[in-house]
Antibody
Framework: QAQLQQWGAGLLKPSETLSLTCAVYGGSFSGYYWTWVRQSPGKGLEWIGEINRDGSASYNPSLRSRVTISVDTSKNQFSLNLSSVTAADTAIYYC??????????????????WGQGTLVTVSS | SSELTQDTAVSVALGQTIRITCQGE??????ASWYQQKPGQAPVVVMYGESTRPSGIPDRFSGASSGNTASLTISGAQAEDEADYYCNSRDISGNHKVFGGGTKLTVL
């Protein structure tokens, strides 16, 4: 049973870079996409992006210019960098494992398990 | 605005049935997954695909999909089902994932 544990700085100043890391314990690191999701205070979930073990990444178009997701297969970890943060980036950030199944007609994706979440506050 | 649309809030009497919906054009091609989130907790998947329920999720949860709408039904809602529910799928391009805005379920 895979477990995800995440960590990173919880307080940033505007214009700094947010950096979070998520470690995967148990289960395979291969065959999945590894995802970051955030949730602003009192708001809904927002998909940030994903990466597989080969380093193939995809990002939310609204964040693409500031986001980098990387992977370290030697440690079974993946990381999120978000540059030039503002107060609007204040949120709980979650990492998650993404399952994908595709056939000739469609694809199905789901996220399980999730990390515990990290509250990142951007304030001067 | 999200490409997946959910009602902001719904309510159900204890023991009754409630259907939570998620609408979006991408759902005509891609399946949805559903997440339950209780205050202060990370989301938990409760349904994926047409109607696949992960182990540990009560069988009062069921799913369905038709056209541009995916739905999550709770038959015989319990007090512990009170939570926020989010749908997720791909966007219309198929290249990115997107969440619905979430539905707050109140069990009366």
């Amino acid at each position: 049973q895979a477990q995800l544990q995440q960590w990173g700085a919880g307080l940033l100043k505007p214009s700094e870079t947010l950096s979070l890391t998520c470690a995967v314990y148990g289960g395979s690191f291969s065959g999945y996409y590894w995802t970051w999701v955030r949730q602003s205070p009192g708001k809904g979930l927002e998909w940030i992006g994903e990466i597989n073990r080969d380093g193939s990444a995809s990002y939310n178009p609204s964040l693409r210019s500031r986001v980098t997701i990387s992977v370290d297969t030697s440690k079974n970890q993946f990381s999120l960098n978000l540059s030039s943060v503002t107060a609007a980036d204040t949120a709980i950030y979650y990492c998650a494992r993404e399952h994908t199944r595709c056939d000739s007609n469609s694809c199905l994706n789901w996220f399980d398990p999730w990390g515990q979440g990290t509250l990142v506050t951007v304030s001067s | 605005s999200s490409e997946l649309t959910q009602d902001t809030a719904v309510s159900v009497a204890l023991g009754q049935t409630i259907r939570i919906t998620c609408q979006g054009e991408s759902l005509r091609k891609y399946y949805a997954s559903w997440y339950q989130q209780k205050p202060g907790q990370a989301p938990v998947v409760v349904m994926y695909g047409e109607s696949t329920r992960p182990s540990g999720i009560p069988d009062r949860f069921s799913g369905a999909s038709s056209g541009n709408t995916a739905s999550l039904t709770i038959s015989g809602a319990q007090a512990e089902d009170e939570a926020d529910y989010y749908c997720n799928s791909r966007d219309i391009s198929g290249n990115h994932k997107v969440f619905g805005g979430g539905t707050k379920l109140t069990v009366l």
